[in-house]
């Protein structure tokens, strides 16, 4: 459904990633981890088009789109939500589901509540609010609610757009112990033919939500595996999980 083929980026002489091939089959969870400064973030800017490889390709469900920008790489069913909130304050969070949900249903033109005026529309809005849990805040304003919710906004937003593969860079960043079970458990219950990629710091949902662990270090691929592979290796524990021990 998504992979890489001996991806590529350097800022200047600093290379950032270095051939990271990576394979996503349709439905996979799969969680990147890694040291600050391994490359995660930028991997992502590269699979969704912010940044274009200086050597490599993206391939989307058998497609190349290393070249398409952001829009197009979207249309095809690439989706990104990001560790600061991209969210539109001053409109609902019903309002702001129902902009997502106008480019799933080709009305993205329409803004606000001519989005919402469609029915294609307001079902998408109320599947996803379901999905996500937040039916009871979709009236709020943006600037009203907590941090919390627009964590789950965020990833509402995205699902909205129907995409085929969601990435999520830290979705529990910032949110308190209690969130970061619900977020957890929302996270598991997310259809199982939706592809997702995550970047994640909480080490019990990674493990816990994965298929398939990756681990960059110095934008290099250095293990590829199943968590309870990854739970046993020392050059995980070495490079990235310090003190941190079996569960």
Request: hydrophobic fraction near 40%; include cysteine.
């Amino acid at each position: 459904m998504l992979e890489t083929r001996n991806l590529n980026k350097s800022f200047g002489a600093v290379p950032v990633t270095r051939d990271v091939s990576l394979t996503l089959e349709r439905g996979e969870r799969r969680v990147i981890l890694g040291p600050n400064g391994a490359g995660k973030t930028t991997l992502f800017n590269l699979l969704v088009g912010e940044l274009r490889p200086c050597g490599g390709s993206v391939h989307l469900a058998g497609e190349d789109v290393t070249t398409l920008p952001v829009a197009r790489r979207a249309r095809r069913g690439l989706s990104r939500s990001y560790q600061k909130n991209t969210l539109f304050d001053g409109l609902t969070v019903e309002e702001n589901l129902g902009l997502a949900a106008a480019v799933a249903t080709g009305h993205a033109s329409r803004l606000g509540g001519d989005s919402l005026a469609r029915p294609e529309v307001r079902e998408i809005v109320a599947e996803v609010a379901d999905q996500v849990n937040l039916t009871a805040h979709l009236h709020a304003r943006v600037n009203e609610v907590s941090y919390g919710i627009r964590r789950q906004l965020e990833v509402g937003v995205a699902l909205a757009t129907r995409p085929l593969v969601l990435l999520m860079d830290e979705p529990t960043s910032g949110i308190g112990p209690e969130m970061s079970k619900g977020f957890h458990d929302m996270l598991k219950d997310l259809p199982r033919d939706l592809t997702l990629l995550i970047i994640e710091h909480d080490m019990d949902i990674a493990f816990d939500v994965a298929d398939t662990i990756t681990v960059l270090n110095y934008g290099e691929v250095v293990f590829d595996g199943l968590p309870e592979a990854a739970r046993g290796s020392k050059l995980l524990k070495d490079i990235y999980l310090g003190a941190w021990e079996d569960a």
